[in-house]
């Protein structure tokens, strides 16, 4: 691997677990995307 190749995933790695720590620590993330997901479950039934 090269220095290159290392530093972009670095930023890659450091990017996901920003988006992630984000996410858990803010309720804004579970209001807006657990309706997407249990949505179309709750209208079939």
Known sequence: MTAH???WLLLI???WA???A???LT???TH???P???HPQA???
Do not use: K
């Open 43 to 45: 209208e079939r039934q």
């Open 32 to 34: 807006a995307w657990v």
């Open 27 to 29: 309720d804004g993330f």
């Open 22 to 24: 984000v996410a858990a």
């Open 18 to 20: 920003a988006f992630f």
């Open 36 to 38: 997407h997901w249990e």
């Open 13 to 15: 790695i450091l990017g």
């Open 5 to 7: 190749n290392r530093i």
